[in-house]
C-alpha cells in the first residue's frame, strides 16, 4: 500500500479530514473511530492547559492590578513625629487609609540631615501631595501657590506667649517695656503683631533679636528673655518639672482667633481628583476621632514607633499625654464636629495678615476651602447645562405652538387680574401680621424677658459654684478664673440683649441684614456651653453650609437659643444614656433651614397641635410660663418671615427653621423704631 503525502498547502476541516484518511489510507472504520477518539481527547487536555494558564495569568495581573489601584499620596508634617499629628497616624495604623484605597506616607518636617522642611513649600512644589500647615497656608497663596483647606483640625490657634509668674505684666502695653522674643519671619510672631495691632501698637516698637531652634524654659530662667512664643503650650511640661511658676497670653483674649493645624492640599488636586481629596479628608477625621478617643494607647504607639536611641520611652510618652490634653482643648471634641472650617474666620485672618503687610493680594474663599459638595453640585449643573442645550430646539417649537392659541389681549388681562389679586392679599397678610407682632411683643413683654433669663441665671450660677468649689479645693487659677468671668460677662451680655430683643420685637430698631446661621448657633451653645456639660449633652453638627440668611440676627439667636433649651430640659426629664443634639443646616431653594434634632423622645398625640400655643406648656408652673415656644414662632414667621415646624424621630423630635436668603424677603423696607 502506497502512502500519499499531502500539501502543506492542503489545509481541512474536521469532516475534510476524516474523508482525506479514508480515501488515502487502507483503514478499518472501527480503527478510524478509535484514531477520532485519541486526537479529541489529546486536543481537549492541550486547551484545558492553555485554559488553566490564562486564568493564572488574569488572577495574577488582577492582584497586580488591585496593588496598584491603590492611590499612593504622601502626607508633609510641619515638625517632628509627636502627638500634635496622632490623627494621621491613627488613620493609617487602624486601616482608615486602606478603607479607601489610599496608600499614604507620612513625612517628618526633620531631615536625615537635620534641615526642615516646611509642608506648604513641599506640597505648593509637588513633593508632597497633603501638608499640615496654619496662616502659612494663606501667605504661600499670596505668593501665587493656589492651595486649599481641607480640614481644620485645630479649632483654636495653637500659639501662646509665656513668662515667668513674677513678671511685671497688666496688659499688652508692658510688652514694649519686656525684652519680648521676636525674629524675622516666624509664624509664631504673626499673631503677637495681630495681638499689638488690636490693641493700637505698633509691632515695630518690639526689637527683633537672633535666635536659632525652639524658645524654651531655659530662656525665661537665664533672663535672656522676658516673655517667649510657644506652641502647643509645651514649655509647661517642663516648668511642672523645674516647679517653676509660668502665666501666660492668648491671642484669643485680645480677639485674634485664628485657626490652628489645618490639613491642606492643592487647588490642582482638589479640582481635578475631588474624589480622592475627599477619601483623604474622610480616613482622616476618621483617625483624629479614634486618637482623641484613645489618646492612651496613641501616645504609648507613637513613643515606641518613632523613638531614637538617644530617646527615653516614658519621657516620650509623657509628653505626649501632655500634649494630648492640649490637643483635647483645641479640637473642642465632640462638642465640635472635628476639621469643621468656618470660611468667615479665614477671610478674618487674611485681612489681619494685609493689616500686617504680609499679604497683598485677594482672597477667594470659594477656592480657598475645599468643598466636595459643592465640586459636585457644579458638574450636575454642567451636565444639565447640556441637557438644556440639547432641549432648547423643542422647547421653542412648543412656546411657538402655544403662541398661536393664544392672543396677546387675552394674556395681558389675565396677567393683570392676577397680579391685582396678588397685591391685595400682600397687603391683607401684611397688616395681619404687623397686628400680632405688635400684640404679641406688648401683651407679653415681661413675662418672656422673665422666661428667657432664667436659663443664663442657671448658667451663672453654676460657674459661681464651680469657683466656690475650685477655691474651696485650692484648684481654683487665674487661667480658670479669666475663663469664668468671660464667660459670666458673654451670659450678662445676653441678658442685656434679650431686653432689648423683645422691646423691639414688633419693630425692630435695627435694618434687616445678611448673617451667618453657623455663627448664631455657635454663639448660642458657648452660652449653654457650661449647661450641657454638667447635663453631659453632648452637641454635633452634621451637614453645614456657610450660606447666610437674612433678617435679625439677635432674634434669629434668641428663636434658636428657645429650642435648644426646650432640647435639654427633654433630655433632663430622660433616662436616655446618650443625650445628643445634632444640628444640620443645609440650603433649599430660597431658604436656610436648620435642623435641630434632640434624642429626649418624641412629643404625643394629644399635644401635638399645641406646642406653638401661647402659656402651653408641660413644665411645672415653677419652671416654665409656656412662651418660649411661641415666641420662637412669632419671631421666625413675623419678624423674619419664615417657617418653623417639627415632626417626630425614632429618639427624639426635630424642630425644623427656614429663614430666607436675601434677596427673598420682601418685607424689609419701611421700618422705623
Request: with cysteine; glycine share 4%.
Amino acid at each position: 500500500m502506497t502512502k500519499l503525502r499531502l500539501s502543506s498547502e492542503e489545509v481541512f476541516t474536521h469532516t475534510e479530514r476524516k474523508v482525506v484518511l479514508s480515501r488515502y489510507y487502507a483503514i478499518p472504520n472501527s480503527h478510524l473511530k478509535k484514531w477520532q477518539t485519541w486526537n479529541c481527547k489529546r486536543w481537549h487536555k492541550k486547551y484545558r492547559s492553555i485554559i488553566f494558564i490564562l486564568i493564572l495569568i488574569l488572577v495574577f495581573n488582577a492582584t497586580l492590578y488591585k496593588a496598584e489601584a491603590m492611590d499612593k499620596v504622601i502626607l508633609q508634617l510641619r515638625w517632628d513625629h509627636q502627638f500634635q499629628f496622632a490623627g494621621y497616624y491613627a488613620a493609617l495604623w487602624q486601616g482608615y487609609y486602606d478603607d479607601e484605597d489610599l496608600k499614604v506616607e507620612i513625612r517628618s518636617a526633620f531631615t536625615e540631615d537635620g534641615q526642615i522642611l516646611q509642608a506648604t513649600d513641599e506640597v505648593a512644589e509637588g513633593r508632597a501631595d497633603f501638608g499640615v500647615g496654619a496662616v502659612d497656608i494663606l501667605i504661600k497663596n499670596d505668593e501665587e501657590f493656589n492651595l486649599a483647606i481641607i480640614a481644620s483640625i485645630f479649632q483654636r490657634s495653637a500659639v501662646e506667649f509665656f513668662m515667668k509668674e513674677e513678671t511685671h505684666f497688666n496688659s499688652i502695653v508692658d510688652l514694649v517695656n519686656l525684652k519680648t522674643a521676636r525674629r524675622e519671619n516666624d509664624l509664631l510672631d504673626i499673631e503677637l503683631q495681630a495681638m499689638l495691632i488690636a490693641e493700637g501698637l505698633n509691632p515695630n516698637q518690639l526689637e527683633l533679636y537672633k535666635h536659632n531652634g525652639n524658645f524654651t524654659i531655659d530662656d525665661l530662667i537665664t533672663k535672656r528673655f522676658d516673655v517667649v512664643p510657644v506652641y502647643l503650650s509645651s514649655i509647661l511640661y517642663y516648668s511642672q518639672r523645674e516647679d517653676i511658676e509660668l502665666k501666660s497670653i492668648k491671642p484669643i483674649d485680645y480677639g485674634i482667633d485664628f485657626y490652628g493645624d489645618s490639613l491642606f492640599t492643592t487647588v490642582a488636586l482638589a479640582r481635578e481628583n475631588p474624589e480622592l481629596v475627599e477619601r483623604f479628608k474622610r480616613a482622616t477625621l476618621r483617625g483624629w476621632e479614634y486618637a482623641l478617643e484613645n489618646t492612651e494607647e496613641m501616645a504609648e504607639k507613637i513613643a515606641t514607633s518613632f523613638i531614637s536611641t538617644e530617646e527615653n520611652v516614658e519621657e516620650i510618652i509623657d509628653r505626649n499625654r501632655f500634649q494630648a490634653e492640649k490637643i483635647l482643648d483645641l479640637t473642642f471634641y465632640p462638642v465640635i464636629q472635628i476639621g469643621n472650617i468656618n470660611p468667615h474666620r479665614w477671610k478674618t485672618t487674611h485681612e489681619y495678615l494685609h493689616k500686617l503687610g504680609i499679604v497683598s493680594g485677594d482672597i477667594i474663599l470659594d477656592q480657598l476651602i475645599f468643598d466636595y459638595e459643592a465640586i459636585l453640585m457644579q458638574e450636575t449643573k454642567r451636565q444639565e447645562k447640556i441637557m438644556r442645550t440639547l432641549s432648547f430646539s423643542s422647547l421653542m417649537v412648543l412656546v411657538a405652538i402655544l403662541l398661536i392659541h393664544l392672543t396677546a389681549k387675552n394674556t395681558m388681562n389675565q396677567l393683570e387680574n392676577l397680579f391685582q389679586n396678588e397685591m391685595e392679599e400682600n397687603k391683607k397678610k401684611e397688616g395681619i401680621i404687623i397686628y400680632q407682632a405688635r400684640m404679641a411683643a406688648m401683651g407679653e413683654m415681661i413675662a418672656n424677658i422673665a422666661h428667657q433669663w432664667r436659663q443664663p441665671l442657671n448658667n451663672l450660677g453654676l460657674i459661681l459654684t464651680n469657683i466656690e468649689d475650685e477655691f474651696m479645693y485650692e484648684e481654683l487659677s487665674k487661667e480658670s478664673l479669666k475663663d469664668a468671668i468671660e464667660r459670666s460677662r458673654r451670659l450678662i451680655n445676653k441678658m442685656s440683649e434679650t431686653i432689648d430683643d423683645f422691646r423691639y420685637l414688633s419693630n425692630p430698631k435695627e435694618s434687616k441684614a445678611e448673617f451667618c446661621i453657623y455663627d448664631s448657633i455657635v454663639s448660642v451653645i458657648e452660652l449653654l456651653e457650661e449647661k450641657l456639660r454638667l447635663s453631659n449633652i453632648k452637641v454635633f453638627f452634621g451637614y453645614i453650609t456657610m450660606d447666610k440668611g437674612y433678617g435679625y440676627n439677635n432674634q434669629y439667636s434668641q428663636a434658636i437659643f428657645n429650642i435648644i433649651v426646650n432640647s435639654i430640659d427633654a433630655l433632663l426629664n430622660t433616662d436616655v444614656e446618650n443625650r445628643q443634639i445634632l444640628i444640620n443646616i443645609y440650603k433649599k431653594e430660597d431658604m436656610i433651614i436648620t435642623e435641630i434634632q434632640d434624642s429626649g423622645g418624641g412629643i404625643s398625640e394629644d399635644i401635638k397641635d399645641k406646642i406653638f400655643d401661647v402659656y402651653f406648656t408641660t413644665k411645672d408652673k415653677s419652671q416654665g410660663t409656656g412662651l418660649g415656644l411661641y415666641m420662637t414662632k412669632i419671631i421666625i414667621k413675623n419678624n423674619l418671615n419664615g417657617n418653623i415646624s417639627w415632626e417626630n424621630t425614632d429618639k427624639g423630635v426635630k424642630m425644623i427653621v427656614a429663614v430666607p436668603c436675601k434677596g427673598v424677603d420682601k418685607n424689609d423696607e419701611g421700618r422705623t423704631e
